[in-house]
């Protein structure tokens, strides 16, 4: 599936389906290391066509962060029926990224200290 945006009208259809993965990205228009890393997850995106991937730039929809503070970039979030399975920062590689999408798919590792609200449900509401 496609890099999608908080507001693209195709994202709620997927979202809608609590089977898909969903991966968010943190980061910021003005971060070059997000820029380069967005080219790579697009590619990412393309492959792994059972996840929804989203782009969040956190200036243009800090509400999908709730009472988080993003201090690096990028900022990643993974989230599989429902429940938080990484939120955090990781290194610009994508390969580490789908390594802990790997890892995540078992379901043992769980994330259970943060104060993000439900992403899933705060990117459905969006207009």
């Known amino acids: 599936m ?8 195709h994202l ?3 979202l809608g389906n609590k089977t898909h993965p969903l991966i968010v990205c ?16 697009e590619v990412l995106s393309d ?5 929804v991937f989203v782009w969040v730039d956190i200036e243009d929809h800090p509400e999908l962060l709730g009472d988080e503070d993003i201090e690096n970039f990028p900022t990643l979030l993974i989230e599989r029926q429902g ?6 920062t990781m290194l610009p590689h994508i390969d580490q990224l789908e390594r802990m999408i790997e890892a995540t798919a078992t379901g ?3 994330a259970t200290s943060n104060t993000l609200p439900d992403v899933r449900a705060c ?4 207009k």
């Open 123 to 126: 990117l459905l509401e969006k």
């Open 26 to 41: 943190y980061c910021a228009a003005w971060c070059d290391t997000c820029t380069v890393y967005q080219q790579k997850l």
């Open 108 to 110: 043992d590792h769980i």
């Open 83 to 88: 429940k938080v399975q990484f939120f955090g």
């Open 12 to 14: 709620k259809t997927l």
């Open 47 to 51: 492959q792994l066509i059972d996840h």
């Open 2 to 9: 496609p890099l999608l945006t908080p507001n693209t009208p």
